[in-house]
């Protein structure tokens, strides 16, 4: 695989991870931690009888979401450097790129309209090269 596209691979990987667990974080560890338990700051309601771990301020589920996450989306910024070096994009695009990771959603909304680019890219450039040069 040539490096251009590796780091764009890798680009698309790491976004469909980090979007997974930010979804994750955002919507399941985020409030059993602060919304369901008797140690949640803002409980709505108790936990359930023998799940009491998973839900309130000591919740182990954002131990294993939030950490990774974290780690991840590091990765994630790395990695849209190295693509926004490789294809020259501007400062507000690179920017843009690693901020909608941290939004539910947006991540994978802005992967998907940049792979959609990145083939017609490729597909404008192959057929470029099939075109024969007229001489004369």
Do not use: C, N
Not at 36 to 47: D, K, Q, R
Not at 94 to 111: D, H, M, Q, R, S
């Amino acid at each position: 695989m040539e490096k251009k596209r590796l780091a764009f691979t890798l680009y698309r990987v790491l976004a469909y991870v980090a979007g997974i667990f930010l979804l994750l974080l955002a919507f399941v560890a985020m409030p059993a931690k602060y919304l369901v338990g008797e140690t949640a700051p803002f409980s709505l309601m108790p936990a359930p009888a023998g799940m009491e771990r998973l839900f309130g301020a000591d919740s182990v589920l954002m131990m294993a979401v939030a950490i990774p996450h974290g780690y991840i989306y590091m990765l994630y910024v790395l990695v849209v450097i190295w693509v926004a070096l490789e294809r020259r994009w501007g400062a507000g695009r690179t920017l843009w790129v690693a901020v909608a990771g941290t939004i539910p959603f947006v991540g994978l909304i802005v992967e998907h309209r940049l792979a959609k680019a990145e083939k017609a890219s490729e597909r404008r450039a192959r057929q470029g090269e099939e075109v024969p040069v007229a001489e004369g």
